[in-house]
């Protein structure tokens, strides 16, 4: 349903900006658009304010002119730049630069009269010029104001549409109406517990049309929302109101200013009044009020709940980090196995696969390529009962349409091949014909110290696979065994199930016997516990390398990949020199030791390692691991045990810098919601920087070694209530809802906290209890908070989730918007949170608070 918006109304709510938006609306002004530093197209920009869009006029010279936008609606839009503040205006800087330095009384473009408007899912950009810095700040003025206003419409219009979708399902006889049982039914099901005669007092005053005499009292759509709007009383919110108003009760922009700036951290430091009286004439509901200056309960209210004061930082839902670093700088949001759909023995196959993981950000996909029929390859989980798929299909299908629908940056095919020459000749012509321009074909050069930048790459596609190349000397290693890996279900045992308040508990993965583990509990063929072959033992029948519980990439030499015939039995093939010729930057390589590679290796050549090779490298060689890392990529992916696509703890291996985590995207868990949390981080985009400390070559880390006591930060956090807790799917009662905060990062930080138990009320509990966590690394810390719904007789259901890296949370009074597992908002509800953090670094972000 699109947002509807009184045009009437929004300029009554707009007197300030009156003026400018009837003329961009009705004369809009000639503005200058930039795709380049040689390329300025001059057009006619206007409001419409009808359609809640902005548009140009195109020219119609050219038959090409209908593939460029010409509207954007409000509701696209992510943000408003003022300035040289995007790529296209960084060329142009650096375009002006060069003629300054050439002539000197060049005179250039002013950057005052030059804006920018981010939009869509992709972050595309309008990068417009001004004929005047006074027109520029018109515009981006006008627009900043439109977008506060159909934002805070938006949020308004969702909470209606949900309560609307909850009465139409309340509705048993389809009458359009609700009965007072009904209506009890109803608010039960909201979580709501109140006292029948209170309920029956609201129902009354609600009904304002009045039934027919001798028939139920009904009440209709409007009626039951106004009633709900009735029960919205928040006592804690109006405790907070109360503590800011003058003496007199009211609530002015001195008011709101003056608590923006003591509460709400560096966001607010240089608002003003002006500013805090706009946000009057947004979020005040009631007109009396408004035309006051004034700000009631219901207006404060409003404010805290948009978007502005997430406790999410804003900024950080569009690109906002440097994206000119190295890519082995980056963590990369990874998929383990992207075609499977389901588990790994029975589960579909699917171009449905690829299709959702790109939709989600994800930057590297994984295909299993085995010799098909009628020389087409295919992909599946071999020697399993998955269903196999056209290797040609999942690029012209997903890859290709898919590939920059949700990020810009370069995406990376994995390959695991397992393919005769014939069918990698085919591959080959496959990714040429279908993929064509956006592979990546340059050849790097063999001194190059470092991969190119994701900013380098946009809109490139990497084939990472083996290649044949040049020879290095491969030292000969004992052949020691790997402990196996451990599993990550924190909720295995629910210790302590009364929630005591303020416990201090560390939070490590329940099952995790990493640590108790030794080699000797692995079984070995001379055991007679595992079969025998006439080659050796062949393994179990399944598909991958990866699946054999050995490293898909280190096979007997870099130039062969493993190929599996039809009983089994694993034989050395040659990479076919037509696919060799695809695999540039992402060289597949066999792993000796990484002394080897810190001496010999290219940057461009790099590893996979299963988890338990990792975990073990993180045990013995942390600090290797992080140094190689920082000029090398490195792939993890999950063990062949994992069945049913479950999902290993990726927050170990992004504390070690390992750029490509690889999880199962199909199964909606714990990891990979954590999985999640990170790459919401820089505008969804799937590369993240990773800290200083994981990317500076004077800068030594072990994730394992305790850091000293004069590094990071305390934050606290006072978690004040929750609104609308939702039931766990198929429960009926009224839940008894508490939270868990945790800390999740190095071992040194990680930390559990409960609030109690609130019996019966999901609708609006208060829990007004404060936690303290000493974080010592931030940079690699996430804040999570998860609610759960407790049980005197069963396991403790989890009804929401809410994460995020610490440097993305914003401090002072904040609403937490929470989600399921899989990241889908669960509108309404919401946790309401104090945060504030007390830095211990004496000076440095990187070893302080990374908290804006």
Known sequence: MPLIVDTTDLLENSKEFEEAIKNLNEDGSHLWKVRGPSKFFRRKFSLDLKDMHMKYEPTSK???????????????????RQG???????????????????????????????????????????????????????????????????????????????????????????????????TLRLLKQLNIEMDESDVKKLFREANVRKSKPGTPEVLDEDEFIKMYFALLKRPDFENLYDSIAEPSGSVGAREICEFLKREQGDDFTSCTEEDCAQMIKIYEPVA??????????????NMLLSPQFDIFNARHKVVYQEMKHPLSHYFIASSHNTYLVGNQLSGTSSVEGYIDALKRGCRCCELDCWDGENGEPIVYHGFTLTNKILFKEILSDAIKPYAFVASRYPLILSLENHCTEEYQMKMAEHLKNILGDMLYLVDPDENMEFLPSPEELQGKILVKAKKTSRKVKEPALPNTMIPPPPALDDDKDEENKSPSKNRDIDFLPKGDTSSDTTANSIPRVDDGLLPKSSQGWAGPPKASMESLGDDSDESEADETIDYIDGVGVTKKKSVSNDLSSLVNLIQAVKFHSFEDCRQHRKCYEMSSFSEAKTNNFIITSGEALVEYNKRQLSRIYPAGSRTTSSNFNPIDYWNVGCQIVALNYQTEDIPNFFNYALFTNNGSCGYVLKPAILRDPNLKFDSKTKLPKDRGLTLKVRLISGQHIPKAPGNSEVVDPYVEVKILGIEQDRALRKTEVVNNNGFNPVWNETFNFRVYCPELAMLYFRVKDYSNSGTDMHLAHFASPLGSITTGYRHVHLVTLKGTPMIPSTLFVHITVQNHAAEGAMNGSPIK
């Open 84 to 182: 040289w503040k995007t790529d296209t205006f960084n060329k142009i800087e650096a375009s002006e630069a060069k003629k300054r330095s050439k002539k000197k009384d060049y005179r250039g473009t002013d950057e005052n009269r030059c804006f920018s408007i981010i939009y869509g899912t992709r972050r595309d950009t309008w990068d417009l010029i001004a004929p005047t810095s006074e027109t520029a700040e018109k515009w981006v003025r006008a627009l900043n104001h439109l977008l506060s206003l159909y934002r805070s419409r938006e949020e308004k219009q969702g909470y209606e549409r949900w309560l609307r979708k909850q009465f139409t399902a309340a509705d048993m006889d389809k009458n359009k109406c609700l009965s007072f049982p009904e």
């Open 62 to 80: 050219s038959p090409c002119y209908k593939k460029h936008k010409q509207n954007i609606e409000l509701g696209e839009i992510v943000e408003i």
């Open 288 to 301: 009396e009020m408004k035309s006051k200056g004034e700000m009631s309960v219901s207006g404060f209210l």
